[in-house]
């Protein structure tokens, strides 16, 4: 099988990160559901626990896609700064040569 894929199966791009991310946690979401159903435990039960799985992978995502905010918002400030030093320098030396100039 070729990386490209056969036409049968989608491609993975390996640059695609969040796609894996959604594939991997597709995937265990399954097995999670699967083995919960599987188990033998009353239904009642069976349905609390993955209540409870699913609130808690909804706040562990929710927590990481704060992370990632925060992170991206960081990184974007300091972009921000390194412009506005960039542009700072241009105008100076800008102002410099208009004197030399004169």
């Known amino acids: ?11 993975i791009q390996p640059n ?18 699967v083995s919960m159903i599987l188990a033998p435990r009353p239904g009642a039960e069976t349905r609390l626990r993955i ?11 929710n927590e990481k896609v704060r992370r990632t905010r925060l992170h991206m918002t960081d ?3 300091h972009g921000q700064q ?5 542009v700072d320098a241009g105008r100076e030396a800008v102002s410099k040569l208009k004197t030399v100039a004169n």
């Open 16 to 33: 695609n990160r969040s796609a894996e991310f959604a594939y991997l946690m597709t995937g265990l979401g399954i097995g999670v559901v």
């Open 51 to 61: 209540a409870n799985r699913v609130l808690n992978s909804i706040e562990a995502t």
């Open 75 to 77: 990184i974007m400030d």
């Open 82 to 86: 390194r412009i506005s030093a960039v």
């Open 1 to 11: 099988m070729n990386n490209q894929g056969d036409g049968h199966y989608p491609a």
